[in-house]
């Protein structure tokens, strides 16, 4: 998905959304089911795939040796009427929702934006989470150096 504001591939950033993680790949849940998680995190990994691979080729971004990742959850749940958002999970702290997009971060890596996950090619810039939009997470990859 594009950014409200276009493409921002001149100044060394990519910004695009993807749906919140099932509830299963909650990383205080106790399974019983691996089998369950791990459908679901397959899942989610190809959809996260698909819409970063279309989004660094909409938006021309060019993998870099060394990036920052910024995650913004949306956390606005839809209206009672809707009850797809009991299949997604809301996060409640910070660190549980960097922990469940593990998986999204992986499928990142796997479609070329970045050079790997680890301390050498990726660094934190933030997670933060807004409660007036949603549900969804707003992956912003910045070039360094």
Known sequence: MTP??????????????????????????????????????????ETVYVLALAASREQGWVKPQRATIHLLFGLKRPGRALLQWREQYYPSDWDNGVASFKVGIDAIKNAGLIVDDDWEHLSCGGVEATFTDGPWIRVTLTKEG
Do not use: C, I, T
């Open 4 to 45: 409200a504001n276009g493409s921002l591939a001149h100044l060394g950033m990519l910004v695009f959304d993807v749906p919140l993680p099932p509830r299963l790949q909650s990383p205080n849940k106790k399974y019983e089911d691996w089998h369950d998680r791990s459908k679901a995190a397959k899942s989610y990994k």
